[in-house]
């Protein structure tokens, strides 16, 4: 969301960004470090073929 796209909801949104936290900020987070972790495990590039 960007500072333009808050300010319209800035009352209701700050007083529930104060209550429960940033929750969507925090999805996001969540989100990167599993895709981080998928990449990792999904990651071949180190496996060798024995020929």
Known sequence: ???TDKAGFA???D???AE???VPAET???AE???REAA???DWS???RDD
């Open 1 to 3: 969301m960007t500072a």
């Open 11 to 13: 009352p209701i949104y």
């Open 15 to 17: 007083s529930l960004v």
């Open 20 to 22: 429960q936290g940033d």
């Open 28 to 30: 996001r987070e969540a």
């Open 33 to 35: 470090e599993i895709r």
């Open 40 to 42: 990792e495990a999904l």
């Open 46 to 48: 180190t496996v060798r």
